[in-house]
């Protein structure tokens, strides 16, 4: 087993274990599937305060499953979410409380955290309503509760609008801050806010990212990407299994572990850096992947 060391890179050591490392599945979706409901901007994060075994029983799961990184409950935690919630949230204590969830849960395990860093408005939003220096400062803030309370690196996903991955690179390259960006497009492979997805891709290149990847796409979407030449970056996906159109409510699995180990057979022919799973999913999604992995899967 390998150990986690706060200066390695996780996915050196992808290469080094010689397979893609495991992300896990869904946090929201699991959420409302055992009865809880959204919480207006905070989405299902409120959780983390209200009733944190949940959440812990799910990363748990994940790790169970064979995650090698587990993501913190975080994705509506930001500054723009509790700027917009109803009551008063202090947001030291929500991410310290947040992330040290996801701490508990991997115990001393060798399991990287990866902190969860959205949109800061809904991920689907084309036309966004706030200002450019609220939107660095939501980011920013963000970023640094994230890592300063014990995350190993940042997963900035479903990113759809460029001036925002353009913040969050120039902020995490400048301070040293590992990341991901992952991409959130439409079907044409373009962002929200109209930019293709190789222009994009070339931008955060020069700012030394960990890995690029895609969530939260369909799989019809993702393989028109999967298409391109090559792929001389670390890389990886976790896409949509949902059912359905994209919506934060009531989330349902369209794709079964099985369909969706399928799809990852054909992924792993471009040796991925990390895979995993998003809307929908379950630890179940995850175990098949491991089992690929592993050379167990009977399908």
Known sequence: MFKIKSEINPFALAKRINRPLILDGAMGSMLQQIGNKPEGSMWMSMINLTHPEQVLRIHEQYILAGADIITTNTFRTNPA?????????????????????AIDAAKDLPVFIAGSNAPAEDCYQVQRKISKKALELNHKEHIELLIDNGC??????????????????NYCSKNKIPYIISLFTNENLKLLSGERIEYVINFILDYSPLAISLNCIRQETFFKFFNRPNFDFNWGTYLNCGSGEFTDEDITCGVSP????????????KSPSFIGACCGSSPEHIKQIKMLLDGNSKN
């Open 152 to 169: 190993h690196f940042i997963l900035n996903e479903t990113q759809s609008h460029f001036d925002e991955i353009k913040l969050i690179c």
């Open 258 to 269: 099985v369909e969706y180990n399928n799809l990852i057979k054909k992924i792993l022919v």
């Open 81 to 101: 979410a509790i700027d917009n919630y109803k009551k008063k949230i202090d947001i030291n204590k929500l991410i310290k409380q947040s992330v040290g969830i």
